[in-house]
């Protein structure tokens, strides 16, 4: 509430009937009314206003915060005009409320709701990752919340494409609907989410057709009691925001009519997902086996990849989807730093007794784009420095990167540190060029799709030449993965490949096998 009020024209002291008790700040200038005037806040606002101060002021605990939404805020004879509201409580005052209003350009945003812009790839994921944050203020340890509260799903339906324009009125309808005005998103160009409260019998609302008839389009949605769901639970609010980015991905199993069907088997489900990672994470409950780096010219072991092996829970298929599933659900930063904190021992563990090893450590995508993260991984390698040698940061690409001008000066000062850093799986996703472009790394590691197939292939030996030749004139070494045979070696050291990883120079493994000379 401090910062709130950093940025806010005026302060707010309300009862429990929203009658004002104290004022400070710009009140005439703002309100049309002087300090000393007694009135009732919600006689300023117009009735879809006054809506939603009241049904946010029922989520409050007085340990959380609601906003910043629009509200229309003047007094009688005067001109309304738009404020940016954040409402909390206190713990020691729980009959009153307490609001801010500060103009939306204080807060950097737009005072008019009518504007008309498309929404960016990276803009949308902004917006779901500040909606998944509100919902885990709301409802985490707030059993209150928990049982007063719904999340519905809205996808538009016959297959209808939305415009820009219907896309801005869905949504601002639904926050219109929502807990506090804000506790709404659009998750894809066609698929929607909000928080609202729950009612019953004659109070119960029919949102889909209400909108519908607002705006003219086809809707179809589903809803989630957030007291079945547990979403007080930590592990269930994780749950939820993973169901709902399935939701949005369009993946199996989470269109509309089967969340209505089984929300509840759904995202309990997930939870217990949840739990089998989080135990993996409190007991150490992972192994690291390690595969070898080749060099091509000289066939020496120039480092090895830490890879970590999982004794997996029933529900989960395969090692790669265990990390997927962390990264989806928040938890790949505690793991990335687990595995990070355990090479460092091997490393030591080893030089203390014989020939130190190199090795490269993977760091996911999702992690590289927490700035906490990043300030972290600079300090552990910091403190570490004399095993920059040994140790090297691999970047998986497995999740986009969000932020690439922030961890480009992460990496730099890293590589300035003397770690060397590898971007892996280039040519696997949509960014790759763009990531080479933008961060400074010392070397690439070619996917293994490209090389597969590549004594085959003429398309992906051209590829495969594309990709060599760029790193060439950059000066960025190359590495080739999925080399499985002689062939394969052979082809890629024709091309001037620098290195080569895969099963014709060796399994992962829980041992390691030391090369003929340190690498430097």
Avoid at 37 to 46: E, M
Avoid at 240 to 246: C, E
Avoid at 415 to 431: I, M
Wanted: proline share 2%; charged share 30%; aromatic share 8%.
């Amino acid at each position: 509430m401090g910062y709130a009020f950093c940025v806010g024209d005026l302060l707010l002291e309300l009862d429990k009937d929203y009658k004002v008790l104290n004022a400070d700040g710009a009140v005439k200038s703002t309100l049309g009314i002087t300090p000393d005037q007694s009135f009732c806040f919600l006689d300023l606002l117009t009735e879809k206003g006054a809506g939603i101060i009241t049904s946010a002021a029922k989520t409050l605990t007085g340990a959380n915060r609601l906003g910043p939404f629009m509200v229309s805020v003047g007094g009688e004879g005067t001109v309304r005009e738009r404020y940016s509201i954040f409402m909390s409580k206190l713990p020691h005052t729980p009959d009153e409320l307490y609001i801010v209003l500060s103009k939306p350009y204080r807060l950097g945003q737009k005072e008019s709701s009518n504007v008309s812009s498309t929404v960016s790839p990276a803009q949308l994921e902004e917006n779901k990752a500040e909606f998944f944050e509100r919902l885990e203020d709301l409802f985490e340890g707030n059993p209150e919340a928990e049982d007063n509260m719904q999340v519905t799903v809205i996808e538009a339906g016959d297959g209808e494409r939305l415009d820009t324009g219907q896309q801005r009125d869905l949504e601002n309808y639904l926050k219109s609907f929502s807990v506090g005005g804000s506790h709404a998103a659009m998750l894809a160009n066609d698929k929607f989410a909000f928080v609202h409260e729950r009612k019953e019998g004659s109070e119960k609302v029919d949102y889909v057709e209400t909108i519908k008839k607002a705006t003219g389009v086809a809707l179809e949605a589903a809803t989630i009691n957030a007291a079945d769901a547990n979403l007080s639970e930590k592990d269930s609010m994780r749950a939820l925001a993973f169901s709902l980015q399935q939701f949005a991905d369009g993946s199996d199993g989470f269109d509309v009519s089967e969340i209505a069907a089984k929300s509840d088997e759904l995202i309990g489900g997930t939870a217990e997902r949840v739990k089998a990672f989080r135990k993996v994470l409190d007991e150490g409950a992972f192994s690291l086996v390690y595969q070898p780096i080749v060099n091509l010219k000289s066939n020496d072991v120039h480092h090895y990849e830490a890879l970590a092996r999982f004794d997996l829970p029933e529900m989960i298929g395969s090692q790669w989807e265990m990390i997927r599933f962390a990264e989806d659900v928040g938890l790949i930063l505690e793991f990335d730093k687990a595995v990070l904190y355990r090479t460092i021992r091997k490393i030591r563990e080893l030089g203390n007794v014989g020939e130190t090893p190199s090795i490269a450590v993977n760091i996911s995508g999702r992690s590289l784009s927490d700035t906490e993260f990043k300030l972290d991984l600079v300090a552990t390698l910091k403190g570490n420095k004399d095993l920059k040698r040994y140790l090297s940061i691999e970047i998986t690409e497995s999740a986009k990167i969000s932020d690439l001008d922030s961890l480009g000066e992460v990496l730099s000062e890293i590589r300035n540190e003397g770690f060397r850093v590898y971007l892996d799986d280039f040519g696997a996703g949509a960014s790759g060029f763009q990531y080479l472009k933008k961060l400074q790394i010392d070397a690439l590691k070619i996917d293994g799709d490209y090389v597969r197939n590549a004594t085959e292939s003429k398309e992906d030996r051209a590829f495969l030449r594309s990709m060599v030749t760029l790193c060439r004139d950059l000066g960025i070494v190359t590495v080739g993965e999925w080399v499985e045979t002689k062939e394969h070696a052979e082809l890629l050291r024709s091309m001037g490949v620098d290195f080569g990883q895969g099963y014709y120079f060796g399994k992962p493994n829980a041992g390691l096998v030391m090369p003929k000379a340190k690498a430097s």
